[in-house]
């Protein structure tokens, strides 16, 4: 561990793991706002050896590891190891920004209540993917995004925050996305501060506090 990096742990910022497999938009947001949130962003991992997220973090000064998922005998094996590395950077919360993998119950049950993951509706509804899509199709007159708790049910986490948007009648899935991106990088980081300052509490399918 370099003498900043020690500081910086001793300092008591809590030490978080973003997980990407693409472009990290997210990430970036996450990255950019830590100083001022009260929170380090000590690794940046992909399961996609060249996303283009890597380069990014990279970039900012934020170490970053790779792995492939396919060839590890099944997803339980791919996230031990996985969680090995986590544990390798001293990580204390996770943040999922964009990351396209189907989460063991191993992983989950070991990351439960320190893990978020940021999706693209107002949860419960739409869960999956195509969100602005579906959301356009249904009618829908808002639609926005959602910062939750990772289960192992999909999408389907205790609920830490939301930020709605209206539906614009010319609005295509890639205008709705757009705006709504906006707001995920505007309540991501809030979120995972609130996480990381111990500020939320699980009751139920509730979460307390923010």
Same mark, same amino acid.
């Given at each position: 561990? /370099?003498?900043?990096r ?8 809590p030490r978080?793991?973003i ?6 938009s ?6 950019d706002?830590a100083?001022?949130l009260?929170?380090e962003?000590?690794l940046?991992? /992909?399961?996609v050896?060249?996303?283009?997220g ?5 970039a900012? !000064?934020?170490?970053?590891a790779?792995?492939d998922h ?6 339980a094996a791919f996230?031990?190891k996985v969680?090995a ?9 996770v943040?999922?920004?964009?990351y396209?993998?189907l989460? /063991?119950?191993?992983f989950?049950?070991a990351?439960?209540?320190?893990m978020l993951n940021i ?6 509804s ?13 009618g829908?007159r808002?639609?926005?995004c959602t910062?939750h ?6 999408? !389907?986490?205790?609920i ?6 209206p539906?614009?009648e010319?609005?295509t ?10 707001e995920e ?13 111990g500020?939320?509490r ?9």
């Amino acid at each position: 561990m /370099s003498p900043e990096r020690r500081a910086v742990s001793i300092a008591g910022r809590p030490r978080v793991a973003i997980l990407i497999s693409g472009r990290g938009s997210n990430m970036a947001a996450l990255i950019d706002a830590a100083p001022a949130l009260g929170y380090e962003v000590a690794l940046v991992f /992909s399961n996609v050896v060249d996303a283009p997220g890597l380069a990014v973090a990279a970039a900012a !000064g934020v170490a970053t590891a790779a792995l492939d998922h396919r060839g590890h005998g099944g997803r339980a094996a791919f996230d031990a190891k996985v969680d090995a590395i986590l544990a390798a950077h001293d990580i204390r919360y996770v943040a999922l920004a964009g990351y396209m993998r189907l989460l /063991s119950d191993p992983f989950v049950a070991a990351w439960a209540g320190r893990m978020l993951n940021i999706h693209p509706s107002l949860l419960p509804s739409f869960t999956g993917l195509d969100t602005h899509a579906r959301a356009i199709a249904a009618g829908c007159r808002v639609a926005g995004c959602t910062v939750h708790f990772v289960t192992g049910e999909l999408d !389907g986490g205790p609920i830490v925050a939301q930020a709605a948007v209206p539906v614009l009648e010319e609005d295509t899935a890639e205008t709705l996305a757009a705006r709504i991106l906006a707001e995920e990088h505007r309540i991501y980081p809030l979120a995972l501060a609130a996480l990381c300052a111990g500020r939320l509490r699980i009751a139920g399918q509730r979460v307390l506090g923010g």
